[in-house]
């Protein structure tokens, strides 16, 4: 067996995140909630090289799907990542992450006296500046929060 075809080894059921921004697989594996106590066999593959993205890692998990707050998470670490669903060994759905224009929810803002920090139920809003390296602007206060910050809430 090649060096490659070890990579793309399968699973049956379960998903392929591909593509995932290098280095990052990690992160990705943090944010599904895989620890070493969790079931189900989880591949990591990392710094393979790639003709879009020079390095990438590869995420893949059985017996599991993502639900679309994870799914959002992932955008943003790794905004040019792939979801693969695989039943019985086939991907029977393919689909790239896109990070939204404005992040509802998922993140806080790391400026203490920001008003979506308060006691007041103000959903914290930020607006996508710039993908890689991530930049995100609090829709209130301005607060900056990159990639860093936003990786220490997850
Ligand atoms: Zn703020």
Do not use: W
């Not at 699973?11 to 921004?21: M, R």
């Amino acid at each position: 067996m090649t060096e490659t075809t070890l990579l793309v080894s399968k699973i049956k059921d379960g998903t392929v995140i591909d593509h995932i921004t290098g280095g990052h697989a990690l992160d990705v594996v943090k944010i599904l909630g895989i620890t070493g106590k969790t079931n189900g066999i989880v591949l990591i593959a990392m710094h393979v090289p790639s003709k879009q993205l020079g390095l990438k890692d590869i995420v893949k998990v059985e017996g599991r799907e993502l639900d679309q707050e994870e799914v959002d998470k992932i955008a943003l670490l790794a905004p040019g990542a792939s979801i693969n669903i695989v039943r019985n060994y086939q991907v029977i759905d393919k689909k790239r992450v896109k990070l939204p224009s404005l992040i509802l929810g998922i993140v806080k803002c790391g400026n203490p006296a920001c008003i979506s920090n308060s006691n007041e139920p103000v959903q914290p809003i930020f607006y996508v500046e710039q993908e890689e390296p991530l930049r995100l602007s609090c829709h209130y206060c301005g607060h900056i929060m990159e990639k860093k910050d936003v990786l220490q809430q997850f």
